[in-house]
């Protein structure tokens, strides 16, 4: 049975990845290795606990004995989906960033390098090209132009990645997507933080004129790109992921509160995100006639889907939100 590390594994894209492969696969054994910060949560793994082919390891990335000890078990992938992940953070506090994401994915290379793993998937995201404008995607050739501390840590770890298939031949892949949604979304991020302060009759605070775009892809249709990167994947290549699903962020909004039947009056403009890139927009026409990957969501399913799972899952959300995340979220809006 081949070992598969799964770093991040307990927060929301990498929870819906470690269910989608054990769902799809029975040859694999996951190894998911998480931190368990603000935004990683057990809870998000529930009933996979006995899993046969689940482990869980509580560590941190930039652990580099930590990673080596694991990575020495033989391991035959890493797909790296850990990382502080909020921009809005990384504005509060960068330094944090450089070190999980760049520190930390030096240290998986090292391990990935010295063990000779067959594959090393970098998660990456569409924001460190930087951000566009009226018309026109990004593709892989686009040069990176980070503007957060966010995006420009993990724009430095994909370097870090192709290097290491330049100088040592370390079988890389990065892929890059645009703004995912779905289930398990930690309610910081755009739509379950609607969906949930809508719910609650909560003021919805839109950055700036609330006109910036975002491409959305649902994130189950994320997993199963990463699967065909994982096993079709060139090495040495880039994959942009994307929904070819543009939205402004008032209509996301508008969308949500018109699904759950509540006023637009609980919609207030906030001061803006510094350095807020304005657009994104994916050009996936290579992982498309590349590996064949097909989305299978449209995003008016996928948005239906998932405000109906955060109604359904009310207890997931209130829990964190009575916690540490309160303060935090007092802190950042208190003075908008
Ligand atoms: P998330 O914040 O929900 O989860 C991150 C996970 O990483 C958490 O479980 C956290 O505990 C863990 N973690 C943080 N620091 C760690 C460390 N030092 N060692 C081990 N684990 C650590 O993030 P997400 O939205 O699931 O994003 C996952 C990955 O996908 C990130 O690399 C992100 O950059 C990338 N990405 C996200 C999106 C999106 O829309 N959410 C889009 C494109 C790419
Ligand atoms: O309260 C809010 N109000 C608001 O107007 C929040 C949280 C966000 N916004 C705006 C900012 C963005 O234009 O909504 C848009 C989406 O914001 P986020 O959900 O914070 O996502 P974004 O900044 O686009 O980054 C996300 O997509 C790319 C993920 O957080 C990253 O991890 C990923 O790389």
Redesign the pocket.
């Known amino acids: 049975m081949k070992k598969v590390l799964v770093t991040g594994g307990a927060g929301f894209i990498g929870s819906n990845f470690i269910r989608y492969m054990l769902g799809k696969y029975d040859q694999y054994k996951i190894i998911n290795l998480d931190l368990l910060t603000y935004a990683g949560n057990l809870e998000n793994l529930k009933g996979l606990e006995a899993h046969p082919n689940y482990e869980f390891i509580r560590g941190d990335i930039a652990d580099r004995q930590q990673v080596d000890q694991i990575v020495s078990r033989g391991i035959s992938y890493i797909i790296n989906f850990a990382a502080e992940?909020?921009?809005?953070r990384s504005i509060e506090e960068p330094e944090i960033f450089a070190r999980t994401n760049i520190m930390g994915t030096q240290s998986l290379l090292d391990a990935a390098k010295k063990y000779s793993v067959e594959k090393y998937v970098q998660v990456s995201?569409d924001?460190v090209y930087g951000s566009l404008g009226q018309t026109g995607s990004f593709t892989e050739e686009t040069s990176l132009a980070p503007n957060s501390p966010y995006s420009a840590s993990k724009a430095a770890a994909d370097l870090l990645v192709r290097a290491y298939h330049e100088t040592f031949h370390l079988p890389v892949n990065i892929t890059r997507c645009s703004?995912n949604y779905g289930p398990y979304q930690f309610p910081?991020?755009?739509i379950p933080?609607m969906i949930a302060n809508a719910y609650e009759e909560k003021e919805l605070?839109?950055?700036g004129d609330?006109l910036?775009v975002?491409d959305w892809l649902h994130v189950e249709d994320h997993c199963s790109a990463i699967d065909l990167v994982i096993h079709k994947g060139k090495p040495g290549q880039v994959y942009n992921i994307g929904g070819n699903n543009e939205k402004t962020?008032i209509e996301i909004v508008k969308l949500i509160l018109g699904i759950l039947n509540k006023s637009e009056s609980l919609i207030k403009y906030v001061k803006d995100?510094p350095g807020?890139d304005r657009r994104y927009a994916i050009d996936s026409s290579k992982i498309q006639s590349e590996l064949g990957w097909i989305p299978k969501y449209t995003f008016d399913k996928g948005i239906e889907e998932t405000i109906h799972w955060y109604l359904e899952n009310k207890q997931w959300w209130l829990q964190i939100r009575s916690g540490a995340y309160l303060d935090y979220y007092e802190k950042m809006y208190s003075n908008r």
């Open positions: 992940s909020h921009v809005d995201t924001e703004n910081e991020k755009l933080l605070p839109v950055y609330g910036n975002r962020n995100r807020h």
